[in-house]
Structures are given as structure tokens and as C-alpha cells.
């Protein structure tokens, strides 16, 4: 149980295109997701907090222009990365928390890989 | 603890070694310490966790000890398999407040095991 997917696992785009990632929670109901940036040899730092129904939250520095979140259902949520550039390549990952579970309890996807040439 | 742009450290062990992973806490308030495992180009895996109430906890050949004075977190693993490489993440978490259900994560740490 506690599986999250992400699609696509990785994509190339072109800069100044827009680029959108999915999260879903596969057999639970996800209230809360998390997305992620990782750059290579490097921590994940968290971007936003996405709350099904309701505006995401946004980390200081985070442009939430540029990374648009929707989360219009408990199973998924999208991260559109706008007018993307070669600055925004990087590992994304989006976590889903079940609706009963502890906060701390957070299942991670598999990751999606953005290129931007 | 705060880790972003700064490149991971590592560790090398022999198989069958026992391994110390070593991570550094930045906010004393934090409820829970996460400890996960990420493979190259995967997400990360839940390994174990403890409460901030707690020192000590062990898993399956793996045991994470909890220092609040200086706040400080480590990863034992028992035996080290070839399996076992990857990179290791502490994270903390807050149960409460402005802050709830979000992860920091930690700087991270590179274990290569040698057969």
C-alpha cells in the first residue's frame, strides 16, 4: 500500500516552455503533498505544501508564478513549471500524505526528471 | 537542518562492516527525525523514524540515536550490504504549529559499500 506515481518520469523541454508534472496518490487519499526540488549531489528542498481545495504554500524564495500547483482531488496534484529555463532543470519529487495518518507519515514518488535545453 | 547547495559527504565501508551515518538538526522544536534512503534517480525511502522524546530506536540492522543536547542524529547499520548504497537523508519534522507535516531535510551522505 502507500504508493505515489509520478508522470512523466522525465522530460526534455524547450526554454520558455511550460512543463507540467503529475503526482498521484494510488491507493489512499492523499488531503496534503509535498513537492521537491533536488539539483544533483544535493538535499531535497521543499517548495510548496499543496492542500487538496486550497491554494498551495510556498517556501521563501519559491516563485509561485513560476511553479504552479493544483491539487483539485485527494489523489492528485500537479506541479506546471512556467516559462521554464535551463536553471530549472532539476529532480522534482512530490510526497502524498494519507488523510489519517500522523504528520509526519509522507510516502515520496519515483521523482521526475526536467530537462530544459 | 538547512543543507541546500552543498555537496554531499561520504562514506566508504567493506561489506559486512558496520556503517555510522551522522547528520546535524537545526530546530530544537522539530516532533520526529526521519531517516530515508535514496537510490540514484529514485525518490526517497522511509527507513526509520524516531520521536524527539526518545534516544534511541532500533530497526532491522539498522539503529538511529537521538542527541537533543547537541543536536545531533546517526544511523547505525548493522552488517553493511552492497545493497545498502546510496544516499542517506535525516529529516525533521514539526507535528504542530505554522510548520506542520513539512520535511527538511538534511545535507545527506554518499555510503558506497565495498565487497
Known amino acids: 500500500g502507500a504508493v505515489v506515481s509520478q508522470h512523466p518520469s522525465w522530460v526534455i523541454c524547450k526554454s520558455g516552455t511550460s512543463v507540467k508534472i503529475e503526482c498521484r496518490s494510488l491507493?489512499?487519499?492523499?488531503?496534503?503533498m509535498f513537492w521537491y526540488r533536488q539539483f544533483p549531489k544535493q538535499s531535497l528542498m521543499l517548495m510548496a505544501t499543496?492542500?487538496?481545495?486550497?491554494?498551495?504554500?510556498?517556501e521563501q524564495g519559491v516563485e509561485k508564478d513560476k511553479f504552479l500547483i493544483n491539487h483539485a482531488s485527494l489523489t492528485l496534484s500537479t506541479l506546471t513549471v512556467t516559462s521554464a529555463h535551463p536553471e530549472d532543470s532539476s529532480f522534482y519529487i512530490c510526497?502524498?500524505?494519507?488523510?489519517?495518518?500522523?504528520?509526519?507519515?509522507?510516502?515520496f514518488g519515483p521523482g521526475t526528471r526536467l530537462t530544459v535545453t | 537542518g538547512e543543507s541546500v547547495g552543498l555537496h554531499l559527504p561520504t562514506l566508504s565501508v567493506q561489506e559486512g562492516d558496520n556503517s555510522i551515518i551522522n547528520c546535524a538538526y537545526s530546530?530544537?522544536?522539530?516532533?520526529?527525525f526521519i531517516w530515508y534512503k535514496q537510490e540514484s534517480g529514485k525518490g526517497p525511502q522511509f527507513i526509520i523514524d524516531i520521536r524527539s522524546n526518545m534516544d534511541k530506536r532500533q530497526g532491522q540492522r539498522v539503529t538511529v540515536l537521538l542527541n537533543k543536547t547537541v543536536k545531533h542524529l546517526s544511523l547505525q547499520i548493522a552488517a553493511t550490504q552492497p545493497g545498502d548504497s546510496a544516499v542517506y537523508f535525516c529529516a525533521e519534522i514539526a507535528d504542530r504549529g505554522s510548520t506542520l507535516g513539512r520535511l527538511y531535510f538534511g545535507r545527506g551522505t554518499q555510503l558506497t559499500v565495498w565487497p
Open positions: 530546530n530544537s522544536a522539530s516532533d520526529y
Open positions: 499543496s492542500n487538496e481545495g486550497s491554494k498551495a504554500t510556498y
Open positions: 510526497s502524498a500524505r494519507d488523510s489519517g495518518a500522523r504528520a509526519y507519515e509522507q510516502y
Open positions: 491507493d489512499f487519499q492523499a488531503t496534503t
